[in-house]
């Protein structure tokens, strides 16, 4: 057996080790278990920034005063993922609108972090119109995932994806995030296409019609050691799976 930690599995730990420390820096009076957390979050900035291959001394340091800035006082300092959305938006041709991000060159559907105030099926249609000039309808919910697990971000992240469908606009890419955009079938994807072989036959299944449970990622096992990069996403049970269960 390969001993190997995968590089992903490593940024998850070191991301779930700062999480763990910063919310019992955010809870804790006591002056011993502060210590004993800025400790963990030594060693999750430790594990961090060897996967970066910076200067490990100077990064690690930046890294934990970056986090000991963020803890909070109570509730607002309990860390959870960032919440954003995704949009699966489909043509009458039953094409998949993409776009190649400007920051790393990747192809994805169009995402966004969630904003105070809108709710996500808004955020989906602001964000898809402002990134490709294509005006979209939110149809459904069709997936919850995590980008870690998904390898397409490195802030620990759930996106909640809606199948759109296209109702006007031009494509326009927005020219500070986007390089390229453009409608694609399943046999003329671009490259790199991130996480396609997760979500890409259930969002096809979206645009051709068919009605699917929601997917979400499954329940490894064993959970904290079990690897991502060999597991598929799951659609949700159906109602007699649920029953059985």
């Known amino acids: 057996m390969d001993p190997a930690v995968p590089t992903r599995?490593?940024?998850?730990?070191?991301?779930?080790?700062?999480?763990?420390?910063?919310?019992?820096?955010?809870?804790?009076?006591?002056?011993?278990?502060?210590?004993?957390?800025?400790?963990?979050?030594?060693?999750?900035?430790?594990?961090?920034?060897?996967?970066d291959g910076a200067d490990e001394a100077e990064d690690a340091e930046g890294l934990v005063e970056e986090w000991l800035g963020q803890v909070g006082n109570g509730i607002p300092g309990y860390v959870t993922p960032k919440v954003a959305v995704g949009a699966a938006v489909g043509n009458d041709k039953g094409e998949l609108l993409l776009i190649q991000r400007a920051d790393s060159g990747v192809w994805l559907y169009p995402?966004?972090?969630?904003?105070?105030?809108?709710?996500?099926?808004?955020?989906?249609?602001?964000?898809?119109?402002?990134?490709?000039?294509?005006?979209?309808?939110?149809?459904r919910l069709i997936a919850v995932l995590d980008g870690l697990r998904l390898g397409f971000t490195r802030v620990p992240l759930y996106s909640l994806v809606?199948?759109?469908?296209?109702?006007?606009?031009?494509?326009?890419?927005?020219?500070l995030e986007c390089r390229d955009v453009g409608w694609f079938s399943p046999d003329s994807l671009p490259s790199p296409l991130v996480g396609y072989e997760r979500w890409g036959?259930?969002?096809?299944?979206?645009?051709?019609?068919?009605?699917?449970?929601?997917?979400?990622?499954?329940?490894?096992?064993?959970?904290?050691?079990?690897?991502?990069?060999?597991?598929?996403?799951?659609?949700a049970p159906t109602a007699v799976e649920r029953t059985e269960a």
């Open 9 to 51: 599995t490593l940024l998850r730990w070191s991301e779930s080790l700062a999480a763990i420390a910063r919310t019992g820096l955010g809870f804790t009076e006591s002056l011993y278990e502060r210590e004993r957390f800025e400790e963990v979050l030594r060693v999750a900035a430790d594990i961090r920034a060897t996967l």
């Open 111 to 139: 995402t966004g972090w969630c904003d105070v105030g809108y709710s996500a099926a808004e955020v989906v249609v602001k964000e898809v119109e402002e990134e490709t000039g294509i005006e979209a309808e939110a149809v």
């Open 162 to 175: 809606f199948y759109c469908r296209a109702v006007g606009g031009t494509l326009e890419p927005h020219p």
């Open 201 to 235: 036959e259930h969002v096809f299944a979206a645009i051709n019609g068919e009605r699917r449970d929601v997917l979400y990622d499954r329940v490894r096992q064993p959970m904290w050691r079990g690897t991502a990069e060999t597991e598929p996403i799951e659609s």
